[in-house]
Antibody, heavy 119, light 107 residues
Framework: QVQLVQSGAEVKKPGASVKVSCKAS????????IHWVRQAPGQGLEWMGV????????TYAQKLQGRVTMTRDTSTSTVYLQLSSLRSEDTAMYYC????????????WGQGTLVTVSS | DIQMTQSPSSLSASVGDRVTITCRSS??????LNWYQQKPGKAPKLLIY???DLQSGVPSRFSGSGSGTDFTLTISNLQPEDFATYYC?????????FGQGTKVEIK
């Protein structure tokens, strides 16, 4: 079955960077875009950006431009989210999600990776 | 950016009730509107895509309607496992944006 498995929780200090992975299985990795969505504690869902695993092209949310980088490794069917210059406001659960194609929608989602930014 | 507004933000309902959640977009999104269910500590789950298409495996008591700027999610015969937070999301253009969520609680 189609599955996205994310890396484990991270604790970072303000100003540091974090890199979260999302390993895809059960389908052709290069056939579907992967998005990243985050959710601060007790808050709603915020779209961060998208990567095309086929060519590596990306589109990022404007508010994160300059701090966010999405990459992929086709040999391991893994996409990565790197966020730099971390602030306390970046404390959140980070999810990857596949655009399953046809009418665009997120399905499935990864299990989430909690990133805590604290001094 | 397209703003998505859900109402109500929360509601209390009983098992067996019919529940309706509305979602309005700040500009037309055609039918590029999806609905997700999220339970505490879990990732969101796709329920409805393209405004009214039921995702495979989702119970038929969930239905969606609307196009343009106004959409609804209806849960008929509410079940105990349906108590959760529901989000609408537009996929018309980037940035893909979500409503603020509607929490369905037990009365």
């Amino acid at each position: 079955q189609v599955q996205l498995v994310q890396s484990g929780a991270e604790v970072k200090k303000p100003g540091a960077s974090v890199k979260v992975s999302c390993k895809a299985s059960g389908y052709t990795f290069t056939s579907n875009y992967i998005h990243w969505v985050r959710q601060a504690p007790g808050q709603g869902l915020e779209w961060m950006g998208v990567i095309n695993p086929s060519g590596g092209s990306t589109t990022y949310a404007q508010k994160l431009q300059g701090r966010v980088t999405m990459t992929r490794d086709t040999s391991t069917s893994t996409v990565y989210l790197q966020l730099s210059s971390l602030r306390s406001e970046d404390t959140a659960m980070y999810y990857c999600a596949r655009d399953s194609g046809g009418p665009p929608r997120f399905d499935p989602w990864g299990q989430g990776t909690l990133v805590t930014v604290s001094s | 950016d397209i703003q998505m507004t859900q109402s109500p933000s929360s509601l209390s309902a009983s098992v067996g009730d019919r529940v309706t959640i509305t979602c309005r977009s700040s500009q037309s999104v055609d039918n590029y509107l999806n609905w997700y269910q999220q339970k505490p500590g879990k990732a969101p789950k796709l329920l409805i895509y393209a405004a009214s298409d039921l995702q495979s495996g989702v119970p038929s008591r969930f239905s969606g309607s609307g196009s343009g700027t106004d959409f609804t999610l209806t849960i008929s015969n509410l079940q105990p496992e349906d108590f959760a937070t529901y989000y609408c999301q537009q996929s018309y253009n980037t940035p893909w944006t979500f409503g603020q969520g509607t929490k369905v609680e037990i009365k």
